[in-house]
């Protein structure tokens, strides 16, 4: 998800009453809520997983296990320095780490609990596991939840009671649950036995799913509304990944670049340009382009034709 609808699950968070329960527990919530996505500096990591956004640090061991102390323990170390130098707090609490800690875990869980809402998906079991999970619930930007948190935390800070944070807190996950509902009757529609298939919602028409599967070295797209009957239309006839060309898998080791996208991509599909000894092969995701692989998320590799002199 964006970092707007982290923060804003994270200000709700703390709106329901827990950031009276220490001095720094709403910066606690929110910095909690966006801190897995620190891995977008870590692009030129020698450790793939790492290196992709979505691994590690989105994953039970690295987001949500081992930052959050991490993250406490610097609140508490600028809460000690504001101190020292005789900093009044207008909040007038004070300073309990054990609650900052609980503050930083609860922030943290919610950022994967999020990100797994979408096609992007997340490495939620890495390092142990580089598999990739995903519901499927939720627009990567979803103005409804955006509108629908915002409006708890107004309510909240207007009145000064929690009773509309938590309202809105409930209703949120109430929301996505009937979305992951959604997508997985989208899933059981999709003809034929696809081994992968995401069903994105749309940003407005939120019941609605653009379908996307692959089965048998065939990428296929579609349309799912549940208001217009239990069955995915299919968008034209299923294309050829090419994954299983042997030019293709050369190029796929044939640099790092190659190993990172194809370690990242969910549904790999490739399009090769052969010159007089050279061939172009290049590496798109169905999730994010299109049958020409013509837009963005590209990686292009060259490789020799075998056999030409």
């Not at 054990?98 to 939620?124: K, R, S």
Request: charged share 15%; aromatic share 10%.
């Amino acid at each position: 998800m964006d970092n707007l609808t982290h923060s804003l699950m994270g200000w709700a968070l703390a709106e329901t009453g827990l950031k009276r329960r220490t001095r720094k527990g709403l910066a606690a919530c929110v910095l909690a809520a966006n801190m897995p996505d620190i891995d977008v500096f870590f692009g030129c990591a020698p450790w793939e997983p790492l290196a992709t956004h979505r691994g590690f640090t989105h994953g039970l061991v690295g987001g949500v296990l081992l930052m959050p102390p991490l993250l406490a323990l610097l609140l508490w170390l600028l809460d000690r320095w504001q101190v020292s130098r005789g900093a009044l707090f207008r909040s007038g609490l004070p300073m309990r780490f054990g609650w900052l800690l609980a503050l930083c875990y609860l922030g943290a869980i919610t950022h994967p609990l999020l990100d797994l809402q979408n096609t992007y998906a997340i490495q939620l079991l890495s390092p142990a596991s580089t598999q990739w999970f995903h519901t499927d619930g939720l627009f990567i930007v979803s103005p409804w939840l955006l509108a629908m948190v915002g409006a708890g935390i107004w309510g909240a800070r207007r009145r000064a009671k929690p009773g509309a944070a938590i309202a809105v807190v409930a209703g949120a996950v109430g929301f996505i649950a009937v979305n992951m509902g959604i997508s997985a009757l989208a899933w059981q529609a999709t003809p034929g036995r696809p081994d992968r298939v995401f069903a994105s919602p749309q940003p407005l028409l939120f019941w609605r799913r653009d379908m996307i599967w692959r089965g048998n070295g065939l990428i296929a797209y579609g349309r799912f509304d549940p208001f217009r009957g239990i069955a995915v239309v299919p968008d034209g006839p299923p294309i050829p990944d090419r994954m299983d060309d042997p030019l293709v898998r050369r190029a796929g080791e044939a640099t790092v670049e190659a190993r990172k996208f194809l370690a990242w991509s969910q549904l790999p599909m490739a399009r090769v340009d052969k010159g007089h000894c050279m061939a172009t092969v290049t590496f798109g995701d169905a999730r994010f382009t299109g049958p020409r692989l013509s837009r963005n998320f590209n990686v292009s590799v060259r490789v020799p034709v075998p056999g030409c002199r």
